[in-house]
């Protein structure tokens, strides 16, 4: 008798054991599925407004005189962040202290959902004047 309840005890402990690992398990699977915090593109067009990004690049990201087309940019996140923190020609740098890296990822998700520049020719009156 005294043998049963020994290994019942030792089950109930190896199966308490088992669901705490299995618990920590699920812990580190959510925390690595989640990085620092997701780029919230909302926020970005904020602060691309806030931080004059717009003043040379155009509200939408357009571009304009004074910068580049922005909207839809075929840069990826990592040479975007380094441009910006070190840009050449007329860009003023910004550097992580007057923009952090967690908002700059928010402009650059912001960028990446406006659309794209349609093509000459999906453009009527462009296309029209090609065809002459
Ligand atoms: C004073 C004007 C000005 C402001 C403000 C400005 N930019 Fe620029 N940016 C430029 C110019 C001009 C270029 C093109 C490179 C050049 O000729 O200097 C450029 C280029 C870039 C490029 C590279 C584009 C490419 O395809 O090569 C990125 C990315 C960029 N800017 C992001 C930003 C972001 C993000 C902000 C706001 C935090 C910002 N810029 C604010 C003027 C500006």
Redesign the pocket.
Known sequence: MRSASLSGERLARRVLLGAIAASLAMAVTVADAQPAASPDAANGRRL?EK???Y???GYAGQGGR???R?AA?A?NAQS?VR??RG??????A?TAKV?PDGELAD?YAYLKSLPAAAAAKDIPALSRVREK
Do not use: E, K, N, R
């Open positions: 691309f931080d004059g990004c003043q040379c690049h004074d910068g580049a922005l940019t840069m975007f441009y910006v840009p050449f020609g007329a860009m003023p910004f923009l402009i």
